[in-house]
């Protein structure tokens, strides 16, 4: 979960208890988040685009996308990563 202002939290009891986590790199102003397999987490930033995360949201990279802005993103079951946005 991410929360404006105060960083990524992650829980691996079903939601009962929620941590911090350090979320090293990681912009300000996440607006969008999408979970893939193996502790795979993308964020998308309003004005700094799309970040991965291989290592269940300790760090972040930020990734090349298409010229589009992204506005929204989705991971299917396979890994694939969907990315869209407007010109």
Excluded: C, H
Excluded at 60 to 66: D, E, G, H, N, R
């Amino acid at each position: 979960a991410w929360e404006a202002g105060t960083g990524l939290y992650g829980s691996t009891d079903s939601g009962a208890i929620w941590r911090p986590l350090t979320a090293q790199k990681l912009p300000p102003d996440v607006m969008k988040l999408a979970a893939g397999p193996k502790g795979t987490l993308y964020a998308l930033s309003a004005r700094a685009g799309l970040w991965r995360s291989t290592n269940s949201g300790k760090s972040f990279t930020a990734l090349q996308t298409p010229e589009a802005q992204p506005t929204t993103l989705s991971v299917a079951a396979d890994g694939a990563l969907w990315v869209g946005g407007k010109s």
